[in-house]
C-alpha cells in the first residue's frame, strides 16, 4: 500500500508587482499568507530575458527580525551590506542573510543583458533570535549538496535534510527544508515531512500532480498538514521548489522591511533606521 500523502490544500497565483528600484517579479507569498504558512514570510519569484526589468536592482534598503534567503537560477547579481560582506550570486548559487537586529544591503546587477531568474523567501526568527549579531553566506552552485535517484529525479538541498544528504544551510527552531526538485516526465518524488511542519511547493517549469491535483507552473500548492510525506508525480518534465518549516506561533508584525512581535518593537526599528542606530 502507498503511504499516504499530502494534498494539495489550495493553489495560489503570484501578484505581478515590482520592488527595490523597479525591478518586476511575482510575490507567490503575501502577508494574508503568513499565518498558514508560518515561519515563512514572503517568498518572491522573478524571471526574465529582459534586462529593463531588473537592470536597476536593489539599492541600500534595511532589514530586521528575519532571514533572507535568496537562491539564483540564472544571472548575477552582487550583494554588499553594513556588516562588511559582500559576495557574487551566480547560476545556481545561494545567498543566506540574517538580519537579526539590523543589517542594510543592496543587492545589483552585474549583467547588462541576458536572463536574471530566482526566488527571494523571507523566514521568520523566533523572538529570542530577532536582536542577534546578522550573519551572511553565500555559496556557489558547486557547493549546494545534491543527489540523483534512479528514476532521473535530481534534487539540490538548499536547507534542511533529504535522503541523507544535508543542505548547505540548517536551522534549528524553524528547520526549514528548502529542495529544488527537478523530474523527467512521469517520474515521482517523495519526501518526508513532519506533520508540524507547514509546506509548500512551488512549480516553475512543466507541471506535475500532487493526490492527483495538477499543479501547473507560475503556481504555489499549499499542502495540507493531514500526512507525514509527500508524493509528487511529473505530468511532463518540471521543476519545482518544495519548502517546508516548523512553525513559530508567535505574533507577526511586519512594517515593509521590518518584522517584529509587536507594535512597539516595529517603532523601535523605524526609530533606530531614521537614527542611524539599527546597523
Keep these: 500500500m502507498d503511504k499516504k500523502s499530502r494534498r494539495i490544500e489550495q493553489q495560489v497565483v503570484g501578484m505581478q508587482t515590482s520592488d527595490g528600484a523597479g525591478v518586476r517579479l511575482t510575490r507567490v507569498l503575501t502577508g494574508k499568507l503568513q499565518r498558514r504558512l508560518d515561519p515563512f514570510l514572503?517568498?518572491?519569484?522573478?524571471?526574465?530575458?529582459?534586462?529593463?526589468?531588473?537592470?536597476a536592482g536593489f539599492p541600500d534598503h534595511p532589514h530586521r527580525g528575519f532571514e533572507t534567503v535568496t537562491y539564483m537560477l540564472a544571472g548575477r547579481m552582487r550583494h554588499r551590506d553594513s556588516a562588511g560582506n559582500e559576495g557574487l550570486l551566480s547560476n545556481g548559487?545561494?545567498?543566506?542573510?540574517?538580519?537579526?537586529?539590523?543589517?542594510?544591503?543592496s543587492e545589483m546587477p552585474e549583467q547588462i543583458e541576458g536572463?536574471?531568474?530566482?526566488?527571494?523567501?523571507?523566514?521568520?526568527?523566533?523572538?529570542?533570535?530577532?536582536?542577534?549579531?546578522?550573519?551572511?553566506?553565500?555559496?556557489?552552485?558547486?557547493?549546494?549538496?545534491?543527489?540523483?535517484?534512479?528514476?532521473?529525479?535530481?534534487?539540490?538541498?538548499?536547507?534542511?535534510?533529504?535522503?541523507?544528504?544535508?543542505?548547505?544551510?540548517?536551522?534549528e527552531v524553524t528547520e526549514p527544508l528548502y529542495l529544488d526538485v527537478h523530474m523527467p516526465e512521469g517520474a515521482s518524488f517523495e519526501e518526508e515531512l513532519p506533520l508540524t511542519h507547514n509546506a509548500?511547493?512551488?512549480?516553475?517549469?512543466?507541471?506535475?500532480?500532487?493526490?492527483?491535483?495538477?499543479?501547473?507552473?507560475?503556481?504555489?500548492?499549499?499542502?495540507?498538514?493531514?500526512?507525514?510525506?509527500?508524493?509528487?508525480?511529473?505530468?511532463?518534465?518540471?521543476?519545482?521548489?518544495?519548502?517546508?518549516?516548523?512553525?513559530?506561533?508567535?505574533?507577526?508584525?511586519?512594517?515593509?522591511?521590518?518584522?517584529?512581535?509587536?507594535?512597539?518593537?516595529?517603532?523601535?526599528?523605524?526609530?533606530?533606521?531614521?537614527?542611524?542606530?539599527?546597523?
Design 115 to 171: 536572463r536574471m531568474e530566482g526566488f527571494q523567501l523571507w523566514v521568520n526568527l523566533p523572538a529570542k533570535n530577532k536582536m542577534i549579531e546578522p550573519w551572511y553566506r553565500d555559496f556557489e552552485s558547486a557547493e549546494i549538496p545534491e543527489y540523483q535517484a534512479d528514476n532521473g529525479v535530481r534534487v539540490r538541498v538548499i536547507a534542511g535534510t533529504s535522503h541523507g544528504v544535508e543542505g548547505a544551510v540548517v536551522r
Design 200 to 279: 509548500f511547493i512551488y512549480v516553475y517549469e512543466g507541471a506535475v500532480k500532487v493526490n492527483g491535483t495538477s499543479v501547473a507552473a507560475g503556481r504555489m500548492g499549499i499542502l495540507s498538514n493531514d500526512a507525514d510525506s509527500v508524493r509528487i508525480v511529473a505530468a511532463r518534465d518540471a521543476r519545482l521548489i518544495l519548502v517546508a518549516g516548523r512553525p513559530l506561533h508567535e505574533p507577526i508584525v511586519q512594517y515593509g522591511p521590518f518584522v517584529m512581535n509587536t507594535q512597539d518593537e516595529i517603532h523601535q526599528a523605524i526609530d533606530d533606521y531614521r537614527t542611524g542606530r539599527l546597523a
Design 42 to 55: 514572503m517568498l518572491d519569484a522573478f524571471g526574465t530575458d529582459v534586462a529593463d526589468d531588473y537592470i
Design 93 to 105: 548559487g545561494l545567498q543566506w542573510m540574517t538580519a537579526g537586529r539590523g543589517v542594510i544591503h
